[in-house]
């Protein structure tokens, strides 16, 4: 055999369970507030945005030790309002989303068995769908912190915060004379059920 340390070396790396990939897929629940999207050039700005939309996702990933990859899908329903400091109109239901989010995940640190506290980035790919208009993709970024409990042998909670930006979900004439798209700003926060497989 050319390299005889190999297979003794792949046995001693199957054999740690710090090592050893580990699947797992989550359920999400998120709520979240949009910035930026547009706005127009009065003193007292007003602007149309998503409005305080719920989102329901999935997420699957792989685990490697500290390092982990992998993807979610989300579906939200949304109002859209229009607003400025002082007063706002709202259109009920007038928005969906369907999101893909890939991302890797760094563990910063944890309590021996507990409490894990992890940083999140990735890719947005963001589908909307206005009522009576077309569909429309965007595509942004996304970066977050997440803090995970054990709960039982293979279930465990989480906590998210995340921050994202795409391009505003506006096309070129959608808007009232006077308006320009902007940057969209997502803030969210997250509650999550993660199984191992």
């Known amino acids: 055999m050319r390299h005889p340390g190999l297979p003794l070396l792949g046995l001693l790396i199957a054999s740690q369970p710090r090592l050893?990939?580990?699947?797992?897929?989550?359920?999400?629940?998120?709520?979240?507030?949009?910035?930026?999207?547009?706005?127009?050039?009065?003193?007292?700005?007003?602007?149309?945005?998503?409005?305080?939309?719920?989102?329901?996702?999935?997420?699957?990933?792989?685990?490697?030790?500290?390092?982990?990859?992998?993807v979610g899908a989300t579906l939200a329903s949304a109002d859209l309002i229009a607003e400025n400091s002082s007063v706002g109109a709202i259109l009920k239901d007038a928005l969906d989303l369907f999101e893909v989010a890939p991302e890797v995940a760094v563990t910063l640190g944890r309590t021996g068995p507990g409490l894990a506290v992890r940083v999140h980035a990735g890719p947005l790919i963001d589908i909307w769908s206005p009522e009576g208009a077309d569909t429309r993709t965007r595509t942004g970024g996304q970066v977050g912190l997440s803090l995970e409990w054990p709960v039982s042998?293979?279930?465990?909670?989480?906590?998210?915060?995340?921050?994202?930006?795409?391009?505003?979900?506006?096309?070129?004439?959608?808007?009232?004379?006077?308006f320009e798209r902007r940057a969209m700003w997502r803030r969210s926060v997250s509650l999550g059920l993660r199984y191992r497989l």
Not at 21 to 36: F, I
Not at 40 to 58: I, K, V
Request: charged share 20%.
């Open 20 to 70: 050893a990939a580990q699947w797992s897929l989550a359920v999400e629940a998120a709520a979240s507030y949009y910035g930026g999207t547009s706005r127009n050039g009065e003193a007292d700005p007003t602007a149309f945005r998503p409005h305080h939309p719920t989102s329901l996702g999935l997420r699957g990933d792989r685990r490697f030790g500290r390092l982990s990859v992998g």
């Open 153 to 178: 042998r293979r279930f465990a909670g989480s906590l998210r915060g995340s921050a994202a930006v795409t391009a505003s979900l506006f096309r070129e004439g959608e808007l009232p004379p006077g």
